[in-house]
């Protein structure tokens, strides 16, 4: 049986960190399912847990008021799911509906906050990574954005 510590090595995230760094951060996990049509996240919510997605699709939406919920990126196994753990006010940002059964690892993120308190350099490491993962997700945006423009224009 694999452990949560096995688990997050398999990750893209935390692959290549030292076993040390691995056992000090699986404390902060476990594992979580979602079915098909349940919200791992709501917009506005505290941002309480971020995930791995190890298996199925989560689907993060934007709500329009007065035309329904606008899908802006459908994340796939090795994506985290939930990055506004990190940053205050500690709320999320999207919604992130379950578009296909998934299991993921939920990680506590007043523990993953404490544990990068904690050590100093661990949390500089998550930071950047984290950090280049926001701006990944900004950019897909932007464009998701000038193709909605785009469509409506014509």
Not at 23 to 35: E, I, K, M, P, Q
Not at 118 to 127: A, F, I, N, Q, S
Not at 142 to 149: E, G, P, T, V
Request: charge should be negative; glycine fraction near 8%.
């Amino acid at each position: 049986m694999r452990t949560i510590r096995d688990l997050l090595a398999e990750q893209p995230l935390f692959a290549d960190l030292p076993a040390a760094d691995l056992d000090f951060l699986a404390g902060c996990g476990r594992n979580v399912h979602f079915d098909v049509g349940q919200h791992v996240l709501h917009s506005g919510a505290a941002a309480d847990y971020f995930y791995l997605l190890r298996k199925g699709a989560v689907r993060l939406e934007i709500d329009q008021p007065g035309r329904g919920s606008l899908a802006a990126e459908t994340l796939r196994p090795g994506d985290i799911v939930g990055i506004s753990w990190l940053f205050p006010p500690y709320r999320y940002a999207f919604d992130g509906l379950a578009v296909e059964p998934c299991d993921l690892i939920a990680l506590d993120a007043n523990c993953m906050r404490t544990k990068c308190d904690e050590d100093p350099r661990l949390g500089y490491l998550l930071m950047k990574r984290f950090a280049a993962l926001l701006t990944t997700r900004l950019h897909h945006l932007q464009l998701r954005a000038l193709d909605l423009y785009a469509n409506d224009v014509r």
